[in-house]
C-alpha cells in the first residue's frame, strides 16, 4: 500500500461478506480518466442543483470549470460546499465515486495554466483554453475554475462482490 494514500473504511452493512475495500489507486485512476461528472451545489432557497461536468484531477484536487452567471456558480458563492460524482453507467459493475468538499475559486494564473493543458491533455483539443484575468478563456467566454480538496470520498464497488469504501482525508 501506497504509505501516502488515505486509511480507507469498508463499511461491512453494505458491502458483501467477501469484499475488500476498494483501494486509494482505483479510485485516483477513476477521478484521473476523461469521464463526465455530476456536480451537486446548493440554490440559495436550499434547494439542489444538480448538472452534469469534465473535471480534472491534479496534485490531489478535483477541478472543474464553470461561467460566473452559471447556476453552480451563483450558488457557489453563497455555500461553497459540493459533491461531485462519477463512476460507471452501469447498476452491477464497476466503480462509482462520490467527492464531498469545499469549491475553492483558483485564480493564480501559473496554477490556472497547467490546469489548462491537463484539460486538454484529457479531454482534448475541444477543450483548449487560454488563461486571461483569473480564469479560463475560450470561445465560450470566460469560465472561473474551482477546486475540491475532498474531504471525504466514497467509492461504491458494484458486482459481486460489492462494497462501499469511505476515505476521511481532512
Request: one cysteine or more.
Amino acid at each position: 500500500m501506497n504509505a501516502d494514500a488515505p486509511r480507507a473504511e469498508l463499511n461491512t452493512d453494505f458491502s458483501s461478506p467477501d469484499a475488500e475495500p476498494t483501494s486509494w489507486a482505483r479510485v485516483e485512476e477513476l477521478l484521473s480518466a476523461p469521464r463526465t461528472f455530476w456536480i451537486s451545489t446548493v440554490r440559495p432557497d436550499g434547494r439542489p442543483h444538480v448538472t452534469p461536468l469534465i473535471a480534472v484531477w491534479r496534485d490531489g484536487v478535483l477541478h472543474f470549470a464553470t461561467g460566473p452567471a452559471e447556476r453552480k456558480a451563483l450558488n457557489l458563492a453563497r455555500n461553497p460546499e459540493v459533491v461531485l460524482t462519477t463512476g460507471d453507467a452501469t447498476w452491477d459493475d464497476g466503480c462509482d465515486v462520490v467527492v464531498e468538499g469545499t469549491a475553492v475559486r483558483i485564480t493564480d494564473e501559473d496554477r490556472l495554466r497547467a490546469l489548462a493543458g491537463a484539460w486538454e491533455a484529457t479531454y482534448g483539443s475541444f477543450w483548449k483554453f487560454d488563461v486571461r484575468d483569473g480564469a479560463f478563456s475560450g470561445d465560450g467566454g470566460a469560465a472561473w475554475v474551482f477546486g475540491v480538496a475532498p474531504r471525504t470520498v466514497f467509492a461504491f464497488a458494484k458486482g459481486d462482490p460489492s462494497g462501499q469504501t469511505r476515505w476521511r482525508l481532512r
